[in-house]
């Protein structure tokens, strides 16, 4: 299950959040022009409180649930007083114990205020491990990205029309423990929520909690006697339940005496 609702923040103002679960604090950035729920509400969330950890996803002032005004976008208005990365550290300091390096998710503008707060001197101490999704962000100065001390997966899908990947491939040289994560079309296997989901998951925790299916390399095998006492062994074959059940009712409308079975 899920909470909305809206907490008071020191140097934040009221902002709205969507909260879940219990554990070490995540905090989900949503992206511009968006919302925590628009953003994050129908995937994630749920993937990463089932994983342990508490989370939160915030809308920041003038978006979603959160009144005031809309704050600027623009990467170097990330770290200015009274910009989002004050307002994400605000929120760990009232959500957290002093010292907790909370783990950042961000979605366009949120990931790359997520990647500010990792190369500020001012916030680096609160950050733990980044997500980066889709991250819109610009160097405000010169190799900033290579002070980054976290650990970073950045997730890119190279035919969004909003986001340069090639442009992005430069940038991501940069970070230096960096992990990518990069589909190749909207529409395939690899960019689907569960594979996302599945992919931050092992990142954040090192634990693949859905892994790959088994491939069948060799069939299962059973000693047997035949009726003439000579031993054999059965090489066993796998029988989808759609198929059994038809086998089944085949079987016992045909000849009298006869079995199926799988």
Known sequence: ??????????????????????????????????????????????ALAHAGFRVVAVDMPGCGHSPGTPLRTRSENNLKPGGPAEI?????????????RAVLVGSDWGGGVALSM????????????IVAHLPS?????????????????VCWVKDDQMHNFNKWKLILKKIPR?????????????????????????????VDYLPAAQAVIKRPTQVVESTEGVK?????????????????????DGAAGGGGGG
Request: net charge positive.
């Open 1 to 46: 299950g899920g909470g909305g609702g809206g907490g008071g923040v020191d140097g934040g103002g009221d902002c709205g959040t969507l909260g879940v679960g219990g554990g070490r604090l995540a905090v989900l950035l949503h992206g511009y022009p968006s919302a925590a729920e628009w953003c994050f509400g129908g995937w994630l969330i749920p």
């Open 88 to 100: 994400v550290a605000a929120m760990i300091d009232a959500l957290a114990p002093a010292g907790t």
């Open 118 to 129: 990792a190369h500020s001197r001012k916030h680096r101490h609160r950050v733990g491990s």
């Open 137 to 153: 962000y610009s160097e405000v100065e010169k190799d900033e990205l290579r002070r980054i001390k976290s650990d970073v997966m």
């Open 178 to 206: 960096a992990t990518a994560y990069v589909a190749s079309r909207h529409d395939e296997a690899a960019w689907s929520c569960a594979s996302r989901e599945r992919a931050i998951v092992k990142f954040l925790t090192g």
């Open 232 to 252: 054999a062994t059965a090489h066993q074959n796998i029988v989808f339940r759609g198929e059994l059940t038809r086998r089944t009712t085949t079987d016992h």
